[in-house]
């Protein structure tokens, strides 16, 4: 069994960028945010859905390593998937790159739970993962360097 993945692309706009026509942290994290948000799906959420009650994984915690900057116009792909996962949390790792090519520009870790809403109960990671990724579960270990 692998770990379920998601690519997304992006093409960086002139409002992604500093003065210096370098991409803004808080970009990276938007474009983290779009691919973790699709991969939610994939792991069984209906994020619109959401809205309305029910559960919801929200991140708790962020780790993320600047390797080298992109650029205005690049095209980037975001690769996501499902690292590990505990009882009640889960971490995801995204990779970012140019599109083409093989060096990673950015590394981020999160940390997740899934709480009920309006609640923020809580509540354990569905049983159907022991079945689909069993080979995840365990303790997860820092972000490599």
Not at 16 to 25: I, W
Not at 69 to 92: M, T
Not at 111 to 134: F, H, I, N
């Amino acid at each position: 069994m692998d770990a379920p993945v998601l690519e997304t692309e992006v093409r960086v706009m002139f409002f992604d960028t500093d003065a210096g026509k370098l991409v803004h942290n808080l970009a990276y994290l938007r474009f983290i945010e779009t691919n973790r948000s699709l991969l939610a799906e994939k792991l069984g959420w209906d994020l619109g859905g959401m809205v309305d009650g029910g559960e919801c994984p929200v991140v708790i915690r962020t780790e993320i390593d600047y390797r080298r900057p992109a650029r205005l116009w690049d095209r980037l792909v975001i690769k996501g998937w499902l690292e590990k996962y505990e009882r009640s949390r889960f971490w995801c790792t995204f990779e970012i790159r140019r599109a083409g090519q093989e060096d990673v520009l950015v590394r981020a870790r999160q940390m997740l739970a899934v709480v009920t809403l309006p609640e923020m109960k809580v509540v354990r990671l569905p049983a159907s993962w022991d079945q689909k990724y069993g080979h995840l579960r365990g303790t997860a270990g820092a972000i490599e360097r």
